[in-house]
């Protein structure tokens, strides 16, 4: 899920150990989240330091959401999301509801204001392991997804690859690509994901994913990730599929999106917004040692 604009965001700091530290392994709808609290230290980890943390035994993750101190009055937390190969993402839906479960946790918020370099996020506790974020508007122009050049219709991109039907491109902070097909069982996304992935249409990469409608509010999705590769869940994703369905006509404006980790309802509601709703679970929580980081 590289964003380059989320890396020329990111603030330069110079390189201090996170060995000492405490981290937390977490999971949204099987999304494997890792959570590493830097409010107050003023640094955020080098691109190395996220590569190390997914080589360590037990802490092999899809995102790491590092929170820095609020950037406005009223926020939570500001979070630096990486990738396993240390490319920076400007939006993680499941990761999101990770920390504001972390966040709350220890305050007892209900409500709770985070930000990303993509904008800020607002997120509900539904109940005692349920969040509900605000994604903000869909955004469906070439440019903003974006794409390497005009197209006439973004919710019908032909890529003209591995016998895929037309792509749906939606960016979602992030840029997607949802090929909607009878059985997504039919097609190796492990196999075929990094081509898509790097396609010279997508000039940041992109999320790349199969979506199957079962009916007017369910849809089977599987996800390739980019940065990161095939994940049991990717809440943006999600997101971007119900956006793409609805569009086509093919859902209604919610539905629930079954991933291999779990189920996410996502809801396109009447002023645009996107409202991701979702699980999470603690696994657990180390220190980090500098063990880790020596290799």
């Given at each position: 899920?590289?964003?380059?604009?989320?890396?020329?965001?990111?603030?330069?700091?110079?390189?201090?150990?996170?060995?000492?530290?405490?981290?937390?392994?977490?999971?949204?709808?099987?999304?494997?989240?890792?959570?590493?609290?830097?409010?107050?230290?003023?640094?955020?980890?080098?691109?190395?330091?996220?590569?190390?943390?997914?080589?360590?035994?037990?802490?092999?993750?899809?995102?790491?959401?590092?929170?820095?101190?609020?950037?406005?009055?009223?926020?939570?937390?500001?979070?630096?999301?990486?990738?396993?190969?240390?490319?920076?993402?400007?939006?993680?839906?499941?990761?999101?509801?990770?920390?504001?479960?972390?966040?709350?946790?220890?305050?007892g918020a209900h409500n709770l204001q985070l930000a990303t370099s993509a904008g800020p996020l607002a997120v509900r506790r539904e109940g005692p392991l349920s969040y509900s974020v605000d994604m903000g508007?869909?955004?469906?122009?070439?440019?903003?997804?974006?794409?390497?050049?005009?197209?006439?219709?973004?919710?019908?991109?032909?890529?003209?690859?591995?016998?895929?039907?037309?792509?749906?491109?939606?960016?979602?902070?992030?840029?997607?690509?949802?090929?909607?097909?009878?059985?997504?069982?039919?097609?190796?996304?492990?196999?075929?994901?990094?081509?898509?992935?790097?396609?010279?249409?997508?000039?940041?990469?992109?999320?790349?994913?199969?979506?199957?409608?079962?009916?007017?509010?369910?849809?089977?999705?599987?996800?390739?990730?980019?940065?990161?590769?095939?994940?049991?869940?990717?809440?943006?994703?999600?997101?971007?599929?119900?956006?793409?369905?609805?569009?086509?006509?093919?859902?209604?404006?919610?539905?629930?999106?079954?991933?291999?980790?779990?189920?996410?309802?996502?809801?396109?509601?009447?002023?645009?917004?996107?409202?991701?709703?979702?699980?999470?679970?603690?696994?657990?929580?180390?220190?980090?040692?500098?063990?880790?980081?020596?290799?």
């Amino acid at each position: 899920m590289t964003d380059l604009s989320a890396a020329a965001a990111a603030p330069e700091t110079p390189h201090r150990s996170l060995a000492g530290r405490e981290i937390f392994k977490m999971n949204g709808a099987g999304n494997e989240i890792l959570v590493l609290d830097l409010r107050g230290a003023g640094f955020l980890p080098a691109a190395e330091d996220a590569q190390a943390l997914a080589r360590a035994p037990g802490l092999a993750y899809d995102q790491l959401m590092v929170l820095s101190d609020p950037q406005a009055p009223g926020q939570d937390a500001f979070m630096t999301i990486y990738n396993q190969d240390g490319s920076l993402s400007a939006s993680c839906g499941n990761g999101t509801r990770c920390v504001a479960h972390y966040l709350a946790a220890r305050s007892g918020a209900h409500n709770l204001q985070l930000a990303t370099s993509a904008g800020p996020l607002a997120v509900r506790r539904e109940g005692p392991l349920s969040y509900s974020v605000d994604m903000g508007p869909p955004r469906l122009g070439w440019r903003d997804i974006p794409l390497a050049h005009e197209v006439a219709d973004t919710g019908a991109v032909e890529l003209e690859k591995f016998g895929l039907p037309a792509a749906s491109c939606v960016s979602m902070g992030n840029p997607h690509a949802i090929f909607f097909v009878p059985s997504i069982e039919a097609y190796d996304l492990a196999a075929i994901g990094p081509a898509l992935e790097h396609d010279p249409l997508f000039p940041q990469r992109a999320n790349i994913s199969l979506a199957q409608v079962l009916s007017r509010d369910a849809i089977r999705l599987k996800v390739w990730e980019r940065g990161t590769g095939l994940t049991l869940a990717c809440g943006t994703a999600a997101c971007a599929t119900l956006v793409a369905a609805a569009r086509a006509g093919l859902t209604e404006r919610r539905a629930t999106i079954s991933l291999p980790g779990g189920d996410l309802v996502v809801e396109w509601r009447a002023d645009d917004h996107i409202v991701m709703t979702g699980p999470v679970e603690v696994e657990f929580s180390r220190r980090l040692t500098p063990e880790i980081f020596a290799t």
